[in-house]
């Protein structure tokens, strides 16, 4: 697959978090679309996360075959560092985002900034003098989204050089289907202010928080290996975990449960089906 095509798949993976941000323009998104929305990039996620850790898991397995009990060891250990790195850094990113709002100390927060939509209450209802803060939050949020989705697009790039071309068009799928929901989460303050941002202001939010997996991929396919691999997908990984586990803390709050398990099955059916299509490819 040529360094285009790869690039590609990086920037449709990480701009379908355009797909979201037009709600920030709506005075009243249906809580059941977001909920459906939300349930299904859940069952597509936790497809992709046990794909991509049977991935990253591919080398250690095949050190401990051959007996090199050290080249597995160092694997394992990057594993690992990659799911403590992705996996610590956004909670502890989540928190800082917390107190940077409120103004004071970090505390635990109800659902992740990049996937809930805060509910109406003293410590979420931003308006009048408060607009400014919820322009700083927005940003903020699309700052840590960029942050996770570089090592998404890492992962991508890795994937697709070392030609693992059905593992990155299942990442894109994945990554692809849970920015488009990140998309209500960076407009979440805006819409909890009352605000309507302009077009302009949506597209910069977008680029910061969908970018980073276009950059990312452009770095992932310049170096490959088998190291490399499993730190860029474990990175992944995490990042995959911290954001099923949220979004499954705001599906609860949502209380939407029957919409919710549909949601849930019908991703995962289409992360099978998905990787059934390729596979019969030859991809």
Sequence with gaps: MSGEKIALLGAIAGFTIFLGLPVGRMRDPRPRTRALLGAVAIGILLFLMVDVLSHAWEPIDGALGDHHIGAA????ALLAAGLAVSLAGLTHFDRWISARASGRAPEPR?????ATMPAAGPSTVLSGARSGAADRLALLIATGIGLHNF???????NAAASGELSLAVLLV???GA?????????VAPLASAGRRPGWGRLALLGVIGGGPT????LIGQSVVSDA?????????????LYVVIEL???????????????GILIGLILGFATDAVITYAGA
């Design 214 to 217: 276009l950059a990312g991929t």
């Design 248 to 262: 499954l803390a705001v599906a609860r709050k949502a209380a939407l449960k029957t919409i919710t398990m549909w």
């Design 173 to 175: 799928v994945g990554f």
């Design 73 to 76: 060891a160092g694997y394992g």
């Design 228 to 240: 490399l691999g499993v730190a860029f997908l474990a990175l992944a990984a995490g990042s995959i």
């Design 151 to 157: 090592a998404e697009g890492l992962a991508i790039g």
């Design 110 to 114: 109800e659902g992740p900034g990049a």
């Design 178 to 186: 849970h920015n488009a929901t990140e998309g209500f989460g960076i």
